[in-house]
């Protein structure tokens, strides 16, 4: 083999890892945007409520005119279902804003369990049950952080990317 064709087969060679080292950047790239803009299984189901018009408010900032709406409705006997399709929000969201609108009431104004479930047209079982699930939240949340079993990623994407880098330049030492 001659000096030329060396040196033909060689910029051959650093063109080719040149094109590696940009697809492999590139998918590096594309893989961490993906990661970081990925959405969960409850934003994916907030956004298919939002394209129906009966719940196109789903998950969005209470106003306190339609707080003021759900309550002169719970007043007049108006079923959540009633009152979901006239606010654009799902009957579960309608639940919860009384249920914490009954556990204010028991807060700010003293009320036992069921005269605050009373004023909200709940049972005192929702807001029993909604206390309790929250109290095993925290309870979770306080437990992890107290363990230190809270896996806290240090890894940003620089790091994944460093690594990528050094992944290609092995790859580049064999060839």
């Not at 890892?17 to 998918?27: D, Q």
């Not at 009966?54 to 007043?75: F, V």
């Not at 809270?150 to 990317?161: F, G, K, L, P």
């Amino acid at each position: 083999m001659n000096l030329i064709s060396l040196y033909h087969n060689l910029h051959y060679v650093n063109v080719y890892k040149n094109y590696l080292y940009y697809i492999y950047s590139k998918k590096a790239h594309i893989i961490l945007t993906n990661i970081n803009t990925m959405p969960s299984k409850f934003q994916e189901m907030l956004r298919t409520q939002r394209l129906n018009d009966e719940t196109s408010r789903a998950g969005l900032k209470w106003e306190q005119d339609e707080d003021d709406q759900l309550m002169r409705m719970i007043s007049d006997g108006v079923t959540h279902t009633d009152i979901a399709k006239t606010l654009s929000r799902s009957e579960g969201s309608i639940k919860t804003r009384l249920i914490l609108f009954g556990i204010n009431k028991m807060e700010k104004d003293g009320l036992t369990i069921e005269d605050a479930a009373s004023t909200v047209n709940l049972t005192d079982k929702d807001l029993t049950e909604y206390l309790e699930r929250k109290a095993l939240r925290e309870d979770r949340r306080h437990n992890k952080t107290a363990s230190g079993s809270r896996h806290q990623s240090t890894v940003s994407n620089a790091d994944i990317y460093d690594l990528l880098m050094k992944i290609n330049k092995k790859l580049d030492s064999r060839s």
